[in-house]
Each structure stands twice: as structure tokens, then as C-alpha cells.
């Protein structure tokens, strides 16, 4: 039996002063350098990607960014991280906040996309749209809209035995609301995810 090891990982940050801190992780001591390259480029360029997202065309009206990272599953060669920056402008009336995420399956060597996680064909967009809709009535939350579908490459992340969908902020709910999150067992899915895949090895129970 092959044994799956953590990934190791540090800490580093970008800064432009003491209100403009960016922290986000750096992958290391992998056997597979050219892997360990790719995982690291793709992290540098989604924090880029969100301080481009939140700076835009107004720079000189920053007055205080933080950047930081969550490791939201690092087992069974499935690396899952999610990054936030909080951006507050001059004058606004409040700061924004966005979360993206990346994950990694490291026997693949691939970036996933929320297809990759499920069996070619499955309609996982109508599976999950409808898991959500259930949690939205359960958990009585205030929509802006009507929910009808979650997107192909919605944002996503793995946590152990779960996968979780969510939505930015304003995308389905008020800004009070926070960010709408929707945690599913990989048990409730299990018919239609790719065994071979991230999720396919989560939900071996071993």
C-alpha cells in the first residue's frame, strides 16, 4: 500500500506597508520539483489575480488590504486551498471581500476544475444545483434572486470528507449575509463522482 504524505508548507507575503499585506503559501520539499513548480505558479497567479480583481483601475485609493489562506485539505494527495483578500477603498462604504480556490490532485499532477471530480456525463451541475436548493429551504436564507443552477466552474473546495460549493459575495445573497457556503458529503454524491479522482479517494474509508 502506497503511503500519501502531507504536502509541506510555508508561509510567505507580499507587502506595501503595514495596512497592505498579502500572506499566501509556498509548496516545498516535493519529490516531483517540476510539480512543486506548477503548484507554486498557480498559487502566485490566483493571489495576483485577486489583488488585480480588487485594486481594478483605482490604486492610489487603497487604504488597507489583507491577504490570507486557508489549507482546507492537504490527505490523500488532494492539496485544497483557499485564499481571501479583504480590500478596503477610500470613502467606500464598506470593504469588499473575495475567496477563491485552488485544488490540487497530486497523484494527477493536475489543477481540478469541479468537472474533473465527477464521472464524464454525470449531470453534476442539475445534482449539486439541487442539494443546494434543498440547503438553501432547510437553512431558511435570504436569496436576492431565485436559485436556479450553480455554474460549471463554480467555486469549490475539498475538506475532508466534504465537498463545498459557494458563492462570492451579492452573487446569490446580501452582503450581511456573508459568504453562502454548502458543505456536501462526499456520501450523498458518491454514485456520480470519478473514483479515480480527488473526491473518489475521500471517500475511502480507511
Not at 490566483?46 to 492537504?74: A, R, S
Not at 479583504?86 to 469588499?96: D, E, P, R, V
Amino acid at each position: 500500500m502506497s503511503i500519501s504524505l502531507p504536502v509541506s508548507i510555508k508561509t510567505v507575503k507580499v507587502s506595501s506597508g503595514p495596512n497592505n499585506t498579502v500572506y499566501y503559501p509556498k509548496v516545498y520539499g516535493l519529490q516531483n520539483n517540476r510539480l512543486e513548480r506548477f503548484i507554486n505558479r498557480s498559487i502566485v497567479r490566483q493571489t495576483q489575480q485577486l489583488i488585480d480583481q480588487q485594486v481594478g483601475n483605482m490604486p492610489t485609493t487603497v487604504e488597507e488590504m489583507i491577504g490570507y489562506y486557508e489549507i482546507k485539505n492537504n490527505q490523500r494527495d488532494v492539496l485544497s486551498l483557499s485564499f481571501s483578500n479583504y480590500t478596503y477603498h477610500h470613502q467606500a462604504a464598506h470593504g469588499m471581500t473575495y475567496i477563491k480556490s485552488l485544488t490540487f490532485d497530486l497523484q494527477k499532477g493536475t489543477l481540478c476544475k469541479l468537472e474533473d471530480l465527477f464521472i464524464p456525463g454525470s449531470d453534476y451541475i442539475a445534482r449539486l444545483s439541487t442539494i443546494i436548493h434543498e440547503q438553501i429551504k432547510q437553512r431558511d436564507i435570504s436569496l436576492l434572486d431565485d436559485f436556479t443552477t450553480i455554474q460549471p466552474n463554480q467555486d469549490f473546495y475539498i475538506a475532508d470528507k466534504t465537498l463545498v460549493i459557494y458563492f462570492q459575495l451579492y452573487d446569490i445573497t446580501p452582503y450581511v449575509f456573508g459568504f453562502p457556503m454548502f458543505p456536501i458529503s462526499v456520501y450523498d454524491i458518491q454514485d456520480i463522482i470519478n473514483e479515480t479522482g480527488p473526491l473518489g479517494r475521500m471517500a475511502v474509508n480507511n
